[in-house]
């Protein structure tokens, strides 16, 4: 029998908790035994569920209770979620959690004391929602060196730019429709300014090149200054606008990581991703491309890859796990400003400045395009070349192509 | 150290000596501890190889090394591969394949051998080559009740499909296209009439529904009698034809299991699937729909799945892998004939025959399409329910609609 604590009972640890009652026999098949809720921590009561007798307040009820060898961690943000996960550990129980901000900022330190406990620290569920990625990535790539991993990894903003492209709706008819449909909270900041795509990246890069990435070495650019005629001019060259997180292994071991609005060609998997989906493409040296696709977030969806942990954690109490990096620092990430790709640039100004600007080069057309406005796709060039051509200029947009 | 034995030096053998050698450094690492070839078994010497020295020719020579703990099985068929795989692991070491074939066959007889000698039988490269499936979908959804998995499971069918719908080529012509570019067999039959999909499925579905679900009970349709006229049609209402394996679980908990052509939506993210790439959607009770992308074949995406396969049996090695499913029979498959789908068909008749037939139906255009020729989507019905409708009519191809 293994006893599990929720801490945190919003709508992911609620999902976890419905997800171990619903699946309980295939659950308990799975892992070998039976895995049993025992508490679920939270600040409030719920005496309308029927796991309303489980409900404690108290952490160190849970921290001091020998039969607890799990704890389910969904409380998310940095600060209580913290102290929680670092006590678990350190009392000698295995964390699983879907918080991606705490594993971006100190997956490193956690999962430092995990090992030393011989307990394991799992984040399935911080990255993709329900796809698996994680464990894919640390085990059945584990043959490759990893080359690059890239990723539409926020739903919301796939909603959103998916509705401007599909319904021509703008960016902030988009979004108050997401939040109308409960894809964007109410407080939209984490999404639409990259934030959250930025953890995630920062999540899979530390596992793929294993050292830790921190958010703050990430150079995140989000999508609120994409508008519909940027829309209109991908669509005339057959791509479409993506939010994308990268990290890209360079010739000098350096990672080079960022998230930012792409042009993505209609012919790659990742164009055909939409609304509130993700997908991670990930390239190894062996491998080739592999992309992993699913819902990137929800109460069921997360839940699963949650309780998948759980089972995986009931499984091999003794054994320390494997997934693991070691400390980051600045020599770990590259500059993506060294890194080319070729451009898409929007700008006011006349024929003859572009024409100076990028000789040679074919404009892009839309309908409807107010006089003076120019678009175009620049060569392969590094992001201080384009600036120095654009000098001049004034640049409404410029997004990276995928390559 | 570990000492690691490839028994078939042929493309997927070579492949995984080539990853082994090419990421020594790095797997050691992902291994805790260095992994070593140490022998190649084959009836053909290799003088030109930088691995000429570890070649032997009598299996009796590994199976009798102590020091031999993993072997990876690329032989293929289901003869001396059967043969060599159970003496490897009555003599207490793990097994690595990618053979399709002996895991549809055999697979629990040999899951069975494996946990009773306490070593792992291990297949990720039997399904999707490179593409991570098997353990995702062993442990990362294993808090999911598996409702039905769905695939573009072989590349070659895959890449002929993809040759009539893009150049229009027709299908003796893009096979002789495919096999020009070693994308297919002298011999294609195991491919073109769907056996290579039905072994995998087969490995899936036993994977997923916990018992062994043999490839005679999988009633199996390759991709012989589709024709261009029957793209032309999928293509008027958006659609592509492609081979599905597909097992889908019924109320009763039995399995519907079977290989064959569809029409399948533009919109589904399988329609995207072109060329040699595999895709495997799988839907759970809790995690919904997901979907793995990638290379199915090829000499080193499935040397990579197979040495992802070693590391984990290295790090494993005392450990009953958790892989496994029980003996089948035949309570185990449900018929696929009482499985409701619509239906593409297309007929030669009258158009009062069609409309008799099917009464309101709206009938699909082609150009170029012979005096007599019909095609049209049904509604949702059993197979029978659509053989009774068209008695009578001259029936040229039938096709379910992807749901």
């Keep these: 029998m293994v006893n599990v604590a929720i801490l945190g009972f919003g709508v992911v640890g609620s999902g976890v908790a419905e997800v171990l009652f619903t699946n309980e026999t295939h659950i308990d098949r799975k892992a070998g035994g039976p895995i049993r809720l025992k508490y679920i921590l939270d600040v409030r009561d719920f005496p309308d569920s029927p796991f309303a007798g489980k409900v404690v307040h108290d952490f160190s009820v849970i921290e001091n209770d020998p039969e607890v060898s799990i704890v389910v961690e969904t409380i998310g ?27 971006a900022e100190h997956g490193c330190e956690l999962l430092k004391l995990a090992a030393e406990k011989g307990v394991s620290y799992l984040f399935e569920a911080s ?93 995140t650019e989000g999508i609120v200054a994409v508008t ?48 509130v989906f993700n997908a991670i493409t990930v390239k190894g040296n062996a491998i080739g491309e592999v992309m992993f696709y699913g819902r990137g977030a929800g109460k069921l969806p997360t839940a699963s890859a949650v309780v998948a942990d759980v089972i995986d954690a009931a499984r091999h109490r003794d054994e320390k796990k494997r997934v693991f990096w070691a400390e980051g620092g600045e020599d770990v990430t590259a500059s993506s400003a060294g890194l080319e790709s070729a451009w898409y640039v929007r700008a ?55 390559d």
């Design 77 to 103: 943000g940095a600060r209580a979620a913290l102290d929680f996960t670092r006590r678990a550990l350190a009392a000698g129980k295995s964390v699983v959690t879907s918080n991606k901000e705490l594993v």
């Design 127 to 219: 990255v993709g929602g329900g796809i698996p990625i994680i464990r894919p990535l640390n085990q059945c790539l584990a043959a490759n060196e990893i080359e690059e991993i890239c990723g539409i990894l926020n739903g919301t903003t796939n909603y959103i730019l998916t509705r401007m492209i599909r319904a021509g709706l703008s960016f902030d008819a988009a979004l108050k429709e997401a939040q109308a449909n409960g894809y964007a909270e109410a407080d939209p900041t984490a999404d639409i300014e990259g934030h959250d795509a930025c953890r995630k990246i920062c999540i899979l890069a530390s596992l793929a090149f294993g050292r830790h990435i921190y958010p703050r070495q990430v150079p």
């Design 228 to 275: 519909l005629a940027d829309v209109a001019y991908a669509d005339s060259c057959g791509k479409k606008i993506k939010l994308l997180g990268r990290a890209i292994r360079q010739d000098d071991g350096k990672v080079c990581a960022y998230v930012a609005p792409h042009l993505v060609d209609g012919g790659d998997p990742l164009a055909g991703v939409e609304d």
């Design 348 to 402: 006011e100004g006349t024929a003859e400045g572009i024409r100076a600007a990028f000789p040679g080069c074919t404009l892009l057309a839309r309908a409807d395009a107010p006089e003076g406005e120019f678009a175009l796709l620049t060569g392969s060039m590094t992001r201080s070349t384009l600036d120095a051509r654009l000098a001049g200029l004034a640049v409404r947009s410029a997004f990276r192509v995928l």
